[in-house]
């Protein structure tokens, strides 16, 4: 009850100054308003990067010319390596025996169009027979394309959803004329939609054969090559034969670098992990600076309270109240004034990233570790700044504290 | 004998000038006696009362309560002591301004750690006691003067204290609410308790059976009022 009862004070004087206690807590609402945004979007980026990179990519690795670069001094040397060829790529079906799939793959940007519509900036693939498990494409209607369509160079293509619906609105697509730049083609197939990802529509693209593409498109240039392995445990054995292959087939000698690059999921995540990681710190340093003022303005609140009231600390002393009662009384007045402002953050840090996630790409979540994390830092920064205070009322002499006026 | 006084001292440290507020004072009271401490300003009452309600501990010489030492107890202690025997009626109500009537005459009782229905009950009774019945829900700023200090009657009282201490009971209240305050005053003694007055005013002082005089820090006299001053209610006045 005594518990209740400073509860009870301390909601009440949130309420009877509700500017004041909003300014109050602006640096507590702030510190745990942030945390809960980006704990929440990090969160949500987890989810999605595990859902969706790991999963469609999963076992697959990329042999290419250029690999993973860093720096601009890796890529002056990256270019001068040769191009990865469809040679490369075969060489690789054939000698690689824990691969599964052996995808070549290119791509672009081109400009669709039917009739008079056109569409700007949509994505070119050319892609070698097994791309649909690559690519983690399903076909919603008409027909993959196949290996006779890639022997054949055919003009042929499957387009994404969205370029379905923008070139022929509700009629059927299968079977119809597209000119992909300059180059009369023909839909077989549209695939299943997939959303979002970072923003960049995926079902935004048409997709050729891969020797089509390089007939029409790239004569001249490097493709790179997707493995996928037969399963997680022999990633690294294909990777390894591989990477035997390529180096065998640039006649390089041991110790020599590679001249070519092979990424796999595991890069990107640790690339992904190295950014949300620096994301991370930023945060935990501008909450920090926030929970400080935020704290410092809760104890300055506090000791103004305590300097208010000293009459009404003399009157409970006097009928009995001990050290430890008044104590108590303000502790728990200055966590519930920081738990509210932790609360107030958590909706406001929580609101802001399901309206982010909402009207944005971004996806959010907010997690029950989040919210649990935002109620502890704000009860922390009640307990501790509220103490200085709590403990100088625990302290005035009651003869004195009935005295003051 | 409840309270035994020896020979109490009280000094303050001054700047390097040492003032002694209470300077040898013997004083016994029996249960159940009725006792003003009058005095003017300086006389060194306002010390006596603080130490006899165990808000502040004598320099030297002893103060037994029911036969405790109160000068050797810690802050704690005291504490507990001033919940359970001592019952406080300030000059100024002292009553808190945000709680209501009931949860104001509840608050000794709260850090005597009483259950919360137990609590109520007694509350309430005790108000009821003072008359104050219908007006539980009331804040202070809702009740008149002589009702506030009703209120503050009732807390002194709900932890049935040995000593009821009241400081100025009156000052602040018109001479009609004030007789009223007396009357209750005369009432809780006859009840059973001791009752201390500590005032500065002669017809305050009228009222109690027996009268301490201070001066300088020493008792100046000390007799029983051969013609008590007996306050009755007038009925109507001060429930405005």
């Known amino acids: 009850m005594n518990l209740r009862e400073s509860i009870g004070i301390a909601l009440g004087g949130v309420r009877a100054n509700k500017l004041r206690s909003f300014l109050t807590l602006l640096g507590t609402i702030i510190g745990v308003a942030s945390v809960i945004a980006v704990v929440s979007f990090v969160e949500g980026l987890n989810r999605f990067v595990t859902q969706k990179l790991l999963n469609a990519g999963a076992n697959v690795f990329v042999v290419d010319k250029y690999g993973f670069i860093t720096s601009r001094e890796q890529y002056e040397e990256a270019v001068k390596r040769p191009d990865v060829t469809l040679e490369d790529a075969k060489a690789l079906r054939d000698g690689v025996s824990h691969a599964s799939l052996v995808v070549a793959q290119a791509g672009g940007s081109t400009q669709l169009r039917y009739r008079n519509r056109t569409m700007k900036g949509v994505s070119l693939n050319g892609r070698g027979a097994g791309y649909d498990v690559v690519d983690d494409v399903a076909i919603e209607e008409g027909r993959h394309l196949s290996e006779f369509d890639d022997v054949g160079r055919g003009a042929v293509c499957v387009i994404g959803p969205e370029v379905a619906e923008e070139l022929f609105g509700k009629l059927p697509a299968l079977g119809r004329g597209i000119r992909v730049g300059v180059y009369e083609f023909q839909v077989v197939g549209v695939t299943k939609a997939k959303g979002k990802m970072f923003g960049q529509s995926q079902d935004r693209f048409v997709t050729v054969p891969i020797r089509t593409f390089q007939k029409y498109w790239q004569e001249r240039g490097s493709f790179s090559v997707a493995l996928k392995s037969v399963d997680q445990s022999s990633m690294p054995l294909a990777e390894q034969e591989a990477r035997n292959i390529m180096r065998a087939r640039r006649h390089q000698r041991p110790g020599q670098p590679d001249q070519f690059g092979i990424t796999n999921s595991e890069t990107w995540l640790t690339l992904y992990r190295t950014l949300t990681g620096g994301i991370f710190v930023v945060t935990i340093g501008v909450a920090a600076i926030s929970l400080l003022v935020g704290g410092i303005v809760i104890m300055n609140i506090m000791l103004v309270s305590v300097t208010e009231r000293t009459k009404e600390i003399g009157v409970r002393k006097a009928l009995g109240a001990r050290r430890r009662d008044i104590l108590t009384q303000f502790l728990v007045e200055s966590t519930t004034l920081s738990l509210s402002g932790g609360i107030i953050g958590i909706m406001l840090g929580g609101g802001l990233a399901l309206v982010v996630g909402a009207v944005s790409p971004l996806p959010a979540a907010l997690s029950v570790p989040a919210v649990l994390l935002g109620i502890l830092m704000s009860t922390c920064v009640g307990v501790f700044f509220g103490s200085y205070p709590a403990f100088r009322a625990a302290r005035l002499d009651p003869i004195e504290a009935l005295r003051y006026e | ?240």
Not at chain 2, 143 to 165: E, F, H, T
Not at chain 2, 191 to 203: Q, S, Y
Not at chain 2, 216 to 240: K, L, M, Y
């Open chain 2, 1 to 240: 004998m409840l309270i035994q006084i020896r020979d109490l001292h009280r000094t303050y440290q001054v700047g390097d000038q040492e003032v002694r507020a209470l300077d040898g004072v013997d004083l016994d009271i029996e249960q159940n006696e009725y006792v003003a401490v009058m005095g003017p300003s300086g006389s060194g009452k306002s010390t006596l009362m603080n130490i006899l309600g165990c808000l502040d501990t004598p320099s030297r010489g002893s103060y037994r309560l029911k036969d405790q030492e109160i000068g050797k107890m810690s802050d704690d202690e005291l504490a507990r002591i001033r919940n359970q025997e001592i019952g406080f009626v300030f000059q100024t109500f002292n009553l808190l301004a945000r709680a209501d009537a009931l949860h104001n005459v509840e608050l000794p009782l709260v850090y005597a750690g009483m259950k919360h229905e137990e609590r109520r009950q007694r509350a309430r009774e005790s108000l009821a006691l003072v008359g104050l019945a219908d007006r539980m829900k009331h804040k202070p700023n809702e009740l008149s003067g002589g009702q506030r200090q009703r209120v503050a009657i009732a807390r002194a009282l709900v932890n049935r204290p040995s000593i009821i201490l009241a400081d100025e009971p009156t000052g602040n209240l018109d001479s009609h609410t004030g007789a009223e305050i007396m009357a209750a005053f005369e009432g809780i003694w006859k009840h059973g308790n001791t009752v201390i007055l500590v005032t500065h005013e002669a017809d305050i002082a009228e009222h109690a059976r027996r009268v301490v005089r201070m001066k300088d820090g020493r008792i100046e006299s000390d007799h029983v009022n051969p013609h008590p001053r007996i306050a009755v209610a007038t009925g109507g006045g001060g429930s405005e």
